[in-house]
């Protein structure tokens, strides 16, 4: 029954998990810059990990990752620093149109943009550019027809404007498919070692009573690597998917993450409620039960057994070891 149970709630949990690899650039620039807060900046991301950085008081293209500086060469760095200087102009350029596309003749303003690819696990593609306009969506490249679709009404003239021009369309449409996917592969390789690393989660299981006469339990997973993670509520054994509340999952400043999930549920009613953690660092799903012993602490770092106990009791239990890291807010 307990293989069975596993075999169960680790296929379930492991639908969740799946691994896609991506790379992001991220560029922002700001209508009133001031010492620490460049009129520009943009940075590269290879899945969760920062690798690259520009800004426009530096005015270099530089590494953030050890990898990427030991895999390439001054060139690399040169072309970079180029592109750099030309987005800096391109996104003066943009604010001042948008501001005045939008009646504004001061104030601080963002313009943002998001692009990218990514690899499925199953081996397909997809890619993403959008843009923003302080905060708000504004415009994005519609995969699929690989047109220009406008968020707003005062980005009806962008788009009409952006799709008549032909060949870029046909340029982002080639780069999506194969120019990114290749930097992405490429990267992939370089820093093949360093993004191997696993860091397993700690649980902790905290049960407290509310108001109204219910009892919020709360499970909260830190201290894992990489970002990707299920977690859900369960009681008895069945999961209790639809009432588990999920917040983001949110860096916790040393590399790792952390998330919380909370469940109400009234006393009265009585059962067994557990949290069921599957992480890509663990060889079997964590299983902490909340119970008599309560705020107990769990970690993967004994081998990731798949424990059963009230109070999260099991073979890789750790309360002395489990790290005080708060949930961000």
């Known amino acids: 029954l307990c293989i069975l149970l596993y075999l169960v709630l680790g296929y379930s949990l492991g639908l969740l998990l799946y691994t896609t690899h991506s790379l992001r650039y991220f560029h922002t620039a700001v209508s009133d810059p001031e010492p620490g807060l ?14 690259v950085e520009c800004d426009s008081d530096s005015g270099r293209y530089k590494p953030r990752a050890q990898w990427i500086k030991d895999n390439v060469g001054a060139d690399y760095w040169e072309r970079g620093t180029k ?14 149109i948008l501001m005045e596309r939008y009646n504004q003749t001061g104030g601080f303003h963002t313009l943002q943009r998001r692009s990218g690819c990514e690899i499925r696990e199953d081996g397909s ?11 708000d969506d504004f415009i994005s490249f519609d995969m699929n027809t690989y047109t220009w679709v406008a968020a707003v009404k005062e980005a009806e003239i962008t788009q009409r404007r952006w799709n008549e021009d032909t060949a870029d369309l046909q340029y982002r449409k ?8 290749e930097w992405l592969r490429k990267y992939q390789q370089y820093g093949k070692e360093a993004l191997q690393g696993r860091e397993p989660a700690a649980v902790e299981v905290l049960g407290k009573a509310t108001p109204d006469g219910l009892t919020r339990l709360s499970c909260r997973v830190y201290g894992f690597y ?14 209790r998917e639809q009432e588990t509340q999920r917040g983001d999952i949110l ?12 469940l109400e549920i009234d006393p009265k009613e009585g059962g067994r409620y557990s949290c069921l953690v599957d992480h890509n660092s663990l060889t079997k799903p964590l299983n902490v039960f909340w ?25 890789n239990m750790v309360p002395g070891n489990c790290r005080k890291t708060p949930i961000s807010t």
Not at 38 to 51: C, I, R, T
Not at 231 to 238: I, L, P, Y
Not at 251 to 262: E, F, L, M, N, V
Not at 292 to 310: K, M, N, P
């Open 83 to 96: 592109r750099g200087i030309a987005q800096v102009q391109a996104f003066g350029i943009g604010m001042r």
């Open 251 to 262: 860096p916790s400043g040393d590399g790792t993450y952390q998330i919380q999930a909370t």
């Open 291 to 315: 119970g008599e012993e309560r705020a107990e602490c769990l970690s993967g770092r004994g081998g990731g057994e798949y424990t059963e106990g009230r109070g999260g009791v099991g073979r």
């Open 226 to 239: 990489p970002r990707d993670i299920a977690v859900t509520w369960m009681k008895n054994g069945e999961m």
């Open 38 to 51: 460049p009129a520009y900046v943009s940075v590269g991301y290879l899945d969760d990990n920062l690798f």
């Open 125 to 135: 593609i997809g890619g993403s550019r959008q843009l923003a306009y302080d905060g």
């Open 174 to 181: 080639q780069y999506t498919e194969k120019g990114c996917i």
